[in-house]
């Protein structure tokens, strides 16, 4: 009786298992229980013999199975909604539906000058005094630290700085910030300048300039977002803190990049032109701000919406992007592969440079394409980001809709791939 009770229970597990891999089983294994839509759109689900029964929100979404081997389903508000049916009109199948507001924007793709002001002085270095060492680094202040106050006086550029220290008391009281941390340092700092000033021994920078590429404007909002990726000051590696300005930038010129050497745009811009914009949010996704004045090759009856990340998929795309004067033009690019992430991360998608006169003329993605917007499907996807040394055809691109996300809250990172950093402004001795 035993071995004919583990007889039965091995035959019925072997049923199981070959259940399992039936075409049906695989089927409902592959149907999602959950889809994610923006307001207005229309999805279709595969799902082979499925019949419609309800819609538990009909103002959010309705679902129709006018194909046999799909389910079609159309938002029209933003909500949730549980969509039920049958699958070969026998198996109950429920599939969750959340709408979420449609966002639209303008595609960007012009190349903009970009100048960020940090927060305060960062010190970028230590020099050696007549005496062979640094005031500064004996008092343990450090590559990396942004000074804000001297004797409790705020200050915010290196000229403040400058200023400052022709007043200050021995020994000179200076208040940095080392990431989060506020820290309060006494240099003892000899009056050896020929302007009777006190000497730290340090090189300080206060700002940060570049080229790179606008992303998109929202004219409703009055933000733009730009880059793609976060602004670090070249000799700290750390992020500037700060704001700036976003100006018109002309292309004159391409480095072609090749494999183990990143190329670059050659571009010049002028901080007196009209500001374009004010930045506001240096961030891991990009630059954000408010626009003052959008470029005149903007379109603002042009809004084109912005992908929800579960709508990117692999396949052809168009990336826009200046090559020569402040022409923005469309080239065709490759999605080679996408992340699934439910909230926002770099590193997005995979992107592969497919167009032949881009190819010709760049190498494929280089310096101050960085921002440059993907179109996929009539819809913003992403922004290019980062290119890879190996290869400098593919590179990373970033989620539109991470981007549009940071933006929002502006109503006033591996050896695989190259990180373009800013030109920095001249470093200065104090």
Same mark, same amino acid.
């Given at each position: ?106 595609? &960007?793709?012009?190349?903009?000058? !970009?100048?960020?002001?940090?927060? /305060?002085?960062? #010190? %970028? @270095?230590?020099?050696? +005094? ?94 733009? &977002?730009?880059?793609?990726?976060? !602004?670090?000051?070249?000799?700290? /590696?750390?992020? #500037? %803190? @700060?704001?700036?300005? +976003? ?178 402004h001249s470093k200065q001795a104090v």
């Amino acid at each position: 009786m035993a071995g004919r009770l583990r007889s039965l229970r091995l035959i019925g597990l072997l049923a199981i298992t070959a259940t399992c891999f039936t075409p049906v089983a695989q089927k409902l294994a592959s149907t999602p229980t959950e889809v994610n839509m923006a307001a207005g759109d229309t999805v279709s689900i595969p799902m082979a013999g499925a019949r419609v029964s309800s819609s538990s929100n009909q103002q959010v979404a309705t679902a129709s199975s006018e194909s046999s081997s799909a389910l079609t389903v159309t938002s029209t508000s933003p909500g949730n909604a549980d969509i039920s049916t049958r699958i070969f009109g026998l198996i109950p199948w429920k599939t969750h539906v959340h709408v979420t507001p449609s966002t639209k924007v303008v595609v &960007g793709g012009q190349a903009v000058g !970009i100048r960020l002001q940090s927060k /305060g002085p960062i #010190v %970028v @270095g230590f020099r050696q +005094l007549a005496d062979g060492s640094s005031p500064s680094a004996k008092a343990h202040i450090q590559v990396g630290d942004m000074i804000i106050a001297i004797d409790r006086h705020v200050i915010h550029s290196a000229a403040d700085l400058q200023r400052a220290l022709e007043n200050a008391k021995e020994p000179v009281h200076v208040t940095v910030e080392r990431g989060s941390v506020r820290r309060e340092l006494d240099v003892s700092a000899p009056n050896q300048s020929p302007g009777n000033r006190h000497q730290l021994g340090l090189y300080v920078r206060d700002r940060t300039v570049g080229v790179g590429t606008l992303t998109f404007y929202d004219p409703p909002r009055h933000t733009f &977002g730009a880059l793609g990726h976060i !602004i670090t000051d070249t000799d700290t /590696g750390q992020a #500037v %803190v @700060g704001s700036g300005g +976003l100006y018109s930038a002309m292309i004159t010129g391409l480095k072609p990049g090749r494999i183990g050497s990143p190329g670059e745009k050659r571009g010049t811009f002028s901080t007196s032109s009209d500001q374009l914009g004010r930045i506001g949010r240096n961030t891991p996704y990009g630059v954000f701000g408010t626009m003052i004045k959008p470029p005149s090759s903007c379109d603002v009856n042009q809004l084109v919406q912005v992908a929800l990340p579960e709508q990117v998929h692999e396949g052809p795309a168009k990336m826009f992007t200046v090559v020569h004067g402040q022409k923005v033009e469309a080239f065709n690019v490759q999605i080679d592969n996408v992340a699934r992430q439910s909230a926002p991360a770099t590193k997005s998608m995979i992107v592969k440079v497919t167009d032949p006169r881009l190819l010709a003329e760049t190498g494929g993605i280089i310096q101050g394409m960085s921002g440059s917007p993907l179109v996929q499907d009539g819809k913003l996807v992403g922004a290019v980001t980062h290119v890879f040394v190996s290869d400098p055809t593919r590179g990373y691109a970033v989620y539109a809709m991470w981007m549009v996300h940071q933006a929002k809250f502006d109503t006033d990172l591996q050896p695989t791939f190259h990180y373009y950093p800013f030109l920095n402004h001249s470093k200065q001795a104090v």
